[in-house]
């Protein structure tokens, strides 16, 4: 079935040297199935650390509700909180032992965008749990073991699922740069600034306090500037390594040490993304081996200058 995605517009891309779909697409089936069941393991784990925010809601009422919770806005937030807790932890206990069950994963996903639309209508809105809602969207979206070529589909809606992953950096690092041009002729520090960490990391400092490794690159804002760059390549070229199976395994945990200096420097934490950065690009079921010299000439930016360099 994949192979007839040969002639597709975009799909076609995914077959190559060194692309996602020219590899074992039996044993990549298996690595996906393997992934829902530690992914549903990772919700179960979240769902319970989370049990102990029930007791914030008792003395608190929705001031802003999101959509989804204004046909529950008369009932006490305690009361949704321990409802949309509890049957998450139901339909995740049936996942351990039907993890291809649609209806459940379909049920979990909506119990659990409840849950978050909840914390999100009190006037704040925790980012850190987009990517587990797209992971989990996704999730539910994987066809049931019954379905025709329910292998070649569940990879396909794995590899979409990647690729939405991947946009969501790309689009970070495009609002960077972005911004970054409109402040170099509007403010004095900009995006192109040696001073631009520096300033983000003062800003940060005055709301929060300081962090050992966030002081240090206070000091030494030029090597900040140099990896903030560094960062900005990786969130903006992530697209691109879509099609790249031998880029996955090392780009996921490019962005996985992004999160990592987040929480080191300005002690903001997404521990929430460091997993789905695992589950969808490190354990990638389309990554493959190659030498440091092929890997080199796969980067993006890269390859292009290769491919210009090749065509004259």
């Known amino acids: 079935m994949l192979s007839n995605l040969k002639t597709h517009f975009f799909w076609k891309f995914a077959f190559g040297d060194n692309a996602i ?14 992934a829902v069941k530690y992914s549903y393991l990772f919700f179960m784990m979240l769902v319970f650390l989370q049990l102990s925010n ?18 529950f806005s008369g009932i006490p937030p305690v009361a949704l909180a321990l409802i949309f807790k509890s049957t998450m932890i139901v339909m995740l206990t049936v996942l351990f032992f039907l993890p291809r069950k649609r209806l459940f994963r379909g049920l979990f996903f909506i119990f659990f965008f409840l849950d ?22 996704f999730l539910a979206l994987l066809p049931g073991e019954k379905e025709s070529n329910h292998e070649y589909k569940s990879i396909l809606m794995y590899a979409t699922a990647q ?7 790309s689009l970070t690092g ?41 002081s240090w690159f206070l000091e030494h804002y030029v090597i900040g500037y ?32 992004i999160h990592i200096g987040i929480e080191l420097i300005l002690g903001v ?18 990554h493959m081996q190659t ?22």
């Open 174 to 214: 495009f609002w960077k740069v972005f911004w970054g041009g409109i402040e170099l002729f509007t403010k004095d520090v900009s995006l192109f600034s040696p001073l631009t960490l520096r300033n983000t990391i003062i800003y940060k400092f005055e709301l929060t306090g300081s962090t050992l490794v966030g």
């Open 21 to 34: 779909f020219s590899g074992n697409m039996d044993s990549a089936y298996d690595i996906v199935q393997n």
């Open 269 to 286: 934490n997404f521990y929430q993304n460091v997993f789905v950065l695992g589950i969808l690009l490190v354990y990638s079921p389309f």
């Open 163 to 169: 690729f939405f992953l991947l946009m969501a950096y």
């Open 226 to 257: 140099i990896v903030y760059l560094i960062v900005v390549y990786i969130e903006l070229f992530a697209i691109v390594i879509f099609f790249k199976g031998n880029l996955h395994k090392i780009w996921g945990g490019l962005l996985m040490a």
């Open 291 to 312: 030498n440091f010299k092929d890997t080199l000439l796969s980067l993006p930016v890269v390859s292009l200058v290769k491919g210009m360099i090749s065509r004259k």
């Open 116 to 137: 978050i639309s909840l914390g999100n209508s009190f006037g704040k809105v925790d980012h850190g749990t987009y990517l587990p809602l797209l992971l989990a969207f």
């Open 54 to 71: 029930v007791e914030d809601y008792q003395n608190m009422e929705i001031l802003d509700p999101v959509w989804p919770i204004v046909p």
